[in-house]
């Protein structure tokens, strides 16, 4: 049976698995790439599909390798691969940027793709030293991992299972307090992963430590309390750019990618353009 095109492909506890469908040209791109940011001074991390198995212990195939540098430091990877003969393409500014040697390509990532999670110097203080590709690296830390991915919440791309497989591997050792912050005022989607960790794990529910319950579950209560926002938004763009166009061009919804990004002092203004903020928004 074809499978959907969503579908994560075979999942094995085998490392063998990563890379047991990937030609060895491909490889030695993936390996050159990582010889060349080095070599050239451009620091990085690895994310993807190689720092999920490093935390999980579960291996699939991967068409690329994600590699995060910050985001001053993505134009100047490009620039070095291009003069090393890769083909290069700024994909979006946002968050994207790849490189092609070949059929093969990488990709340079040093955002989320809602522009919240930019890659900053946390990712490399809290990063774990890993070896890839004969190479020593270091691996995205799991809580960036999980900020990153809760946000990707596409019909063809979900990572909200990359997301609770991270919780059941990490709970217990993840810093909660630098969680919550990473989260921000986007906390509700942290509470909507953790609730659906419980309910994929019931059995290991107290690895969310009580407080993190309690904080969460607090703010939710709190936000009740304080009913409905004064603006007419729909932070739905902020998880997905095609499920919620009807959304903002027919029913009358203001943008809450848009809001989000003058919030954060991005797009087109600043927190002081934005107005009042609106009743429910501050935590």
């Known amino acids: 049976m074809e499978r959907p095109v969503n579908h994560p492909g075979d999942l094995s506890t085998e490392p ?70 890769w083909r290069t393409e700024r994909t979006d500014e946002v968050w994207l940027y790849k490189a092609y040697l070949g059929e093969w390509f990488v990709d340079l990532i040093f955002c989320s793709g809602n522009g919240v999670a930019d890659v900053d110097d946390a990712w490399f203080e809290h990063a774990q030293a890993s070896n890839l590709f004969g190479h020593e690296v270091l691996i995205a830390p799991p809580e960036e991992l999980i900020w990153s991915k809760a946000f990707v919440l596409e019909r063809e791309r979900y990572d909200g299972a990359d997301v609770v497989h991270l919780l059941q591997a990490t709970a217990d050792r993840l810093d909660w307090r630098r969680l919550l912050a ?21 059995g290991e529910r107290s690895r969310i430590p009580p407080w993190v319950m309690a904080e969460l579950l607090t703010r939710a209560g709190d936000s009740v309390s304080e009913g409905d926002w004064q603006e007419r938004v729909c932070r739905g763009p902020l998880l997905s750019r095609a499920n919620y166009v009807l959304d903002l061009a027919h029913w009358g919804y203001q943008d809450g990618r848009a809001w989000d990004e003058r919030a954060r002092g991005r797009g087109r203004g600043d927190a002081a353009t934005v107005g009042s903020i609106p009743r429910g928004s501050g935590r």
Not at 21 to 44: K, N, S, T, Y
Not at 182 to 202: A, I, N, T
């Open 16 to 85: 063998a698995a990563a890379e047991r469908l990937r030609p060895a040209a491909e490889l030695h791109a993936r390996a050159r790439a990582v010889e060349l940011l080095q070599g050239g001074g451009i620091p990085f991390v690895v994310g993807g599909a190689y720092a999920f198995c490093q935390y999980t212990g579960i291996f699939r195939d991967t068409k690329d390798l994600d590699l995060f540098p910050r985001r001053a430091d993505a134009a100047r990877a490009l620039e070095l691969l291009a003069a090393n003969g």
């Open 182 to 202: 990473r989260f921000d005022r986007h906390w509700e989607v942290l509470l909507s992963h953790v609730l659906l960790y419980r309910f994929v794990y019931p």
